[in-house]
């Protein structure tokens, strides 16, 4: 069960993977941070706020990833 505490955790984490050069890391965290979007309602301001972060950073593969989890979020039905 994800609560509020440890959502602001795991989001913490995610985004600091998100900041790696490990590419395939990056889009995992990201990808991540994109479904808990999803599958939680009441978490999707904070993810779009970590996302915005994220597309803050200029790094582009991070910019881009980024990105693309928020057109795929933005289109994807409400649970």
Known sequence: MLTCR??????VFAFR???EI??????KSVKAIGQVAIKIPDAADRCVAV???????RISYVV???VVVMK???CAPLP
């Open 51 to 57: 996302l915005l972060e994220l597309i803050g950073t």
């Open 22 to 27: 490990d590419v395939d890391m990056v889009r």
């Open 17 to 19: 993977y998100a900041s």
């Open 6 to 11: 440890s959502l602001v955790c795991a989001l």
């Open 72 to 74: 795929v979020s933005a």
């Open 64 to 66: 881009q990833e980024a």
